[in-house]
């Protein structure tokens, strides 16, 4: 307890902690899930730019004021440029070695060596793998339904199968199609790794409490399944590409380029029709890079590509499949834009130009990120002490190692913000109304130097699937959909509870 002391030293009101859990009792009952958790935080002291609360022992600032949270994610990024992670990296290398553990000139370089791999024009390369994934897993399902099999998906299972199969081969040069081979190995191990409801609370309690000690006696957050898995998976692909010169445009390729240093950034080709809720590249991820990234540190990208974008695209999925079963005129409105562009195809293959040509489907996947925002809070740690000036004459001081929390669905949900915020309403993102949102009220994917590498590749994704789906099927209700939906207990991630039961019921032409 003798952290306890911290914010009332400070003048800043906070919510009193209990011995070793600090402000977390109520997650660690398992009383609420990550939004309420969340929502409770931010509606506490509502009328305080700044609050208190406590991970178990330490003390963490609650940001709740937007032009607060940009001053210390963008302006002063310098201060504040890394995560809080308790993994360390001799036990766990793939993951804490990994973009989003990185930390201080070696996050910089590594963002700087990944961030090429992510522009529009790289994504329009490896488009032609998503669309691949797209059409042929629709069209197994529609076998499978001809032949019989029910049309009654759990949806999130449903999903994970598409973003499994899309990062399987664009993160690992592998080819699966969950739908027919539900067995495959990247499918069961992926699955269950990733899937942070599996992780025991207690678990999670100790590394945040003791990090040290769970290093020491060499303890890992993630089973060790996966590790090996793609360990001895992409070791042999690293090799298999270099030896026969395979080009497949996929990530692979874009990390052997960049081990080379032969990838840049190729601003000049950079792609109209971005889609609204892309983030962009930071000057930091823009700069040139000349250093040498071991075998391991370029696996620990993929491995973290592959942990980011698995649970929170297939999450996405499942809530915009959500919204279309409650939202039925949407449904309607996107599927006239997705018919409309298949029959300009006339037969032909559906290309990037036109999935980022779709005004509605963007207006209704930034909706959904704004209503369902995957990553709920987000941290930094302060890397370099500075004095916070703010409300006329307040100072705070910000010591290195302490962290901060910015509430994204919290802010996503504010009525003052958002009007109807309850509501799903793709209107807000029309031309009309998009501009008048800051990159701090809406911010999915984060916000300044450190957001999201993946929002194109993500956004590209959900879009490429929803035209395949969309055109193919209209999205119904069953007697066992629960409405509305309820979220496991657990503090880190949505994760929905019992999942959600679509009906897929074929159009005809
Ligand atoms: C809808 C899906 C996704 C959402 C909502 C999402 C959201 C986020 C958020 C909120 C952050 C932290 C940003 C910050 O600290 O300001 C983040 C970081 C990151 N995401 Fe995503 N993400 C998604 C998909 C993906 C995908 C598909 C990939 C990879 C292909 C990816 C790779 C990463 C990486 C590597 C980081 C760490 C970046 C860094 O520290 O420099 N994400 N993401």
Redesign the pocket.
């Given at each position: 307890t003798n952290t306890f002391d911290y914010f009332e030293k400070r003048g800043i009101p906070y919510n009193k902690p209990l011995f070793l859990v600090g402000s977390r009792l109520s997650v660690i009952l398992k009383n609420c899930d990550i939004i309420e958790n969340v929502q409770q935080l931010y509606k506490e002291f509502r009328n305080d730019k700044i609050s208190g609360m406590f991970e178990y022992k330490h003390p963490v600032y609650f940001i709740r004021d937007p032009e607060i949270i940009k001053k210390l994610?963008i302006k002063e990024f310098e201060h504040f440029t890394d995560?809080r992670l308790v993994i360390d990296e001799n036990v766990e290398p793939l993951f804490a070695k990994?973009?989003?553990g990185?930390t201080g000139q070696k996050?910089k370089d590594m963002?700087a060596t990944l961030s090429p791999a992510f522009t529009g024009s790289k994504m329009r390369l490896m488009f032609n793998l998503m669309n691949q994934v797209g059409s042929q897993m629709t069209s197994t399902i529609r076998d499978q339904i001809n032949e019989g099999i029910s049309n009654e998906v759990e949806f999130k299972d449903f999903a994970k199968k598409f973003t499994l199969d899309i990062i399987a081969t664009c993160?690992f040069g592998i080819e699966v199609n969950s739908f027919k081979h539900p067995d495959n190995d990247f499918f069961k191990i992926g699955g269950k790794a990733t899937n942070f409801a599996n992780i025991p609370i207690y678990k999670l309690v100790l590394f945040f409490l003791l990090p040290d000690l769970m290093a020491k006696l060499r303890i890992k957050l993630l089973d060790n399944d996966l590790y090996e898995f793609l360990d001895v998976t992409m070791t042999d692909t690293f090799s298999e590409r270099e030896k026969r010169g395979i080009v497949r445009n996929d990530i692979i390729d874009l990390l052997l380029q960049a081990k080379k240093g032969n990838l840049t950034h190729d601003e000049d080709q950079e792609i109209s029709n971005e889609s609204f809720a892309a983030v962009e590249e930071s000057d930091i991820g823009k700069h040139k890079v000349k250093r040498n990234w071991t075998d391991e540190e370029l696996l620990a990208q993929c491995f973290?590509?592959f942990f980011?974008?698995f649970e929170?695209?297939s999450t996405?999925m499942t809530l915009l499949a959500y919204e279309l079963l409650l939202n039925p005129e949407v449904q309607t409105k996107l599927q006239h834009e997705i018919d409309k562009v298949a029959q300009s195809l006339n037969g032909k293959e559906l290309t990037y130009e036109r999935v980022q040509s779709m005004k509605y489907m963007d207006m209704v996947v930034s909706e959904t990120?704004r209503k369902w925002?995957?990553?709920p809070l987000?941290d930094?740690k302060c890397t370099k002490p500075f004095t916070l000036e703010y409300d006329d004459g307040k100072k705070l001081d910000f010591e290195i190692g302490r962290n901060f929390y910015f509430p994204?669905y919290a802010i996503h949900h504010d009525p003052v913000y958002y009007p109807n915020p309850e509501k799903f309403n793709p209107e807000r993102f029309s031309d009309e109304n998009k501009d008048k949102l800051s990159n701090v009220l809406y911010s999915?994917?984060?916000?300044?130097p450190?957001?999201?590498?993946?929002?194109r590749?993500?956004?590209l994704?959900?879009k490429t699937i929803f035209y395949y789906l969309l055109l193919n099927f209209n999205f119904e209700a069953t007697s066992k959909t629960k409405v509305p939906l309820k979220f496991v207990k657990v503090p880190t991630i949505f994760v929905i509870d019992g999942g959600l039961d679509v009906k897929l019921v074929p159009r005809t032409s």
């Open positions: 994610t995560h990994g973009l989003f990185l996050w963002r993160a973290g590509f980011a974008g929170t695209v996405v990120l925002p995957p990553a987000v930094r994204i999915p994917f984060g916000i300044g450190r957001s999201c590498i993946g929002s590749f993500a956004i994704e959900v």
